[in-house]
């Protein structure tokens, strides 16, 4: 009997991620639903540009590689190409989606395009090396924040599914993270949920899914994942932001 | 005969595009060519097609992105400074091996610049426009005929090439109305196995991509980009040549301006000056053999341009600086008239410049 198994939505390629880095476990949880679902065949999904950028080369699905932000914008062109039947998600990093790509995505979110977003906020910029992301906490030491962050010249992070939430047009929006068995659990029944709603014809729904950044951070793969709970979702807590159809059926 | 319809060029632009099989087009607005996209709106909802505008011409050009790797035939339209909001896109539709067309109905610039008519956009449009070693085929219609002709041509020469292709028009095209026959011939658009569709199980995965961590397999995609542009540089060149045969002074001009040109061509001729036009109909690839051979017997090229000099770099190399060529222009969304263009011919005939 096989108890564990890869994906069949994900390759069997070594994935380029660093030790104790969450996207391995998110790329995992996205191939399932993916795999459950039984979409693989007509699933498009959008690579970002930064850490996940070679997602194009571990998902089993067809793949596009966007330019930096634009990963919404891209996935509306393919949607809207073939709305009955492609399935098409973003896969975006922090400084993706909430800093250089926050356009694209609001308006993608005002528009409730029918796509799923995975949103994946580890507070940094990883890709190039850890500078301060838009999602940066208060005091956090980056290579650009070498002081720690200063919201007298920085400002405040940004809390994408807060602001979201404000837009009469997305579907669901939920935060989650992965830094337990059960908080794995938890994301992956928001991502299927968020990949489920596409296929209902629903609408936008995005996924912002708390990630720990050990090399980063500087900390090692334990010490990040209490990071998460200590530091991190104090400031962004976990929860449904937006539900629009539960809502709407408990109107009822 | 098939019945003509009066028409501005930018719509005839759009129902062009319609005619070739387009039936996604995304937009942001910028004056003056803002009737494609309300050309569009109206008509795309009717025959099951998507209009949609986008909140800016960076989105824009990457739904134009996503739409093309999903095998489509896509459009978007903007004028000078939108333009250089969809450089990024462009770039990357370039890199990514994606078919589009893009038009650009220019106007006078740098910065906001204004809204009048313009060809000022030359260097960016010939040169690729955005980051890296890239071109784009671009077409430069003259008349609302060619504005309907081209874009046909342009969506042909997108898919054969898989190149984002540019329609180089400008405001005083785009906004004169002119008679226009829609009897074209439409090539359907190519199967597209590449494109990013679902692999429905049954093949690998397509991957649209323009990133390349290994140098030595960016070089390659550079590399076989270029002999791809090598072959159309061969075949795709266009022009028109007015009265060359005996000249002995060529004026060279596209678009609005080889209107203007040729007007004063006419006028000179009847004045006894051997002057002849050069109309290029593609500015990339830039047509060589005419200006080869008008080097072999005029003695003097005008380049007549809305701009401070960008296609006179061009005839130059062309002609190998084998005889003069000069400047006659006007920027910032002034047009020549006739009697500028006709002025410079009868100065090039005394023979100063």
């Keep these: 009997m096989v108890v564990f198994d890869k994906p069949k939505a994900l390759l069997d390629v070594p994935l380029h991620y660093c030790p104790g880095c969450t996207h391995g476990i998110i790329h995992r949880l996205v191939a399932e639903v993916i795999d459950e679902l039984g979409i693989e065949g007509r699933t498009i999904g959008i690579a970002p540009v930064g850490c996940a950028v070679m997602a194009y080369d571990y998902f089993a699905c067809d793949m596009i590689e966007a330019a930096h932000g634009r990963a919404p914008a891209v996935a509306t062109g393919v949607k809207r190409s073939d709305p009955e039947h492609n399935v098409v998600f973003t896969y975006q990093g922090d400084g993706d989606l909430a800093s250089i790509g926050t356009a694209e995505i609001v308006h993608a979110a005002a528009r409730n395009e029918n796509i799923t977003v995975i949103f994946i906020n580890n507070a940094i910029y990883g890709m190039t090396g850890g500078q301060m992301a838009p999602t940066s906490l208060v005091g956090q030491v980056t290579q650009t924040s070498p002081y720690g962050r200063d919201p007298k010249l920085c400002g405040y992070p940004v809390k994408i599914c807060e602001m979201l939430a404000e837009l009469e047009g997305p579907e669901y929006l939920e935060r989650v993270t992965v830094n337990s068995v059960p908080n794995v659990r938890k994301a992956k029944k928001a991502i299927k949920k968020a990949f489920q709603n596409q296929l209902d014809g629903k609408g936008f729904s995005l996924v912002e899914v708390i990630s720990a950044c050990p090399t980063n951070w500087g900390m090692t793969p334990q010490k990040a994942l209490e990071w998460i709970d200590s530091d991190m979702i104090p400031y962004y807590p976990l929860g449904v932001y937006k539900d629009r159809s539960a809502n709407s059926e408990v109107a009822k | ?353």
């Excluded at chain 2, 072959?231 to 060149?237: D, F, G």
């Design chain 2, 1 to 353: 005969m098939a019945d003509k319809v009066l028409m501005k060029g930018n719509e005839a632009i759009a129902e062009a595009a319609i005619l070739a099989g387009c039936r996604h087009y995304f937009g942001y607005p910028i004056t003056p060519q803002t009737e494609i996209a309300a050309y569009m709106a109206k008509r795309m909802p009717k025959i099951g097609g998507t209009f949609l505008q986008a909140e800016s011409e960076i989105a824009a050009i990457n739904m134009v992105y996503g739409a093309s790797a999903a095998g489509k035939r896509v459009m978007t339209s903007s004028s000078s400074p939108g333009i250089s909001l969809k450089g990024e896109g462009i770039s990357y539709l370039a890199g990514s091996d994606l078919p589009a067309v893009i038009v650009n109905a220019q106007r006078g610039g740098p910065g906001l610049g204004g809204i009048q008519p313009s060809q000022s956009d030359y260097f960016q449009a010939t040169r690729g426009g955005g980051h890296g070693d890239y071109h784009m085929i671009v077409l430069t219609p003259d008349s609302v005929q060619e504005m309907a002709e081209l874009t046909i041509k342009a969506f042909d020469l997108a898919d054969k090439y898989r190149m984002p292709v540019m329609l180089l028009a400008d405001g005083t095209i785009g906004q004169m109305m002119e008679p226009v026959c829609f009897d074209l011939a439409i090539d359907p658009a190519p199967e597209k196995p590449w494109a990013t569709t679902g692999t429905e199980g049954k093949r690998a995965h397509n991957v649209i991509n323009s990133l390349y961590l290994n140098p030595a397999e960016l070089e390659q995609t550079n590399i076989e980009r270029y002999a791809r542009y090598d072959e159309i540089a061969k075949n795709e060149a266009r022009y028109e040549e007015y009265l060359m045969d005996d000249a002995e002074i060529a004026v060279t001009a596209f678009g609005i301006a080889a209107r203007v040109t040729k007007n004063a061509v006419n006028e000179a001729r009847k004045e006894g000056i051997k002057v002849g036009l050069i109309r290029p109909i593609t500015v990339w690839p830039f047509p060589k053999a005419p200006y080869e051979k008008a080097a072999e017997h005029c003695k003097q090229i005008i380049s007549v341009e809305l701009n401070m000099g960008q296609m006179i770099e061009d005839v130059r190399l062309a002609c190998n600086c084998k005889i003069p060529v000069s400047l006659c222009s006007r920027v910032g969304g002034m047009i020549p008239t006739p009697n500028q263009v006709l002025d410079a011919i009868r100065a090039a005939a005394k023979g100063g410049k």
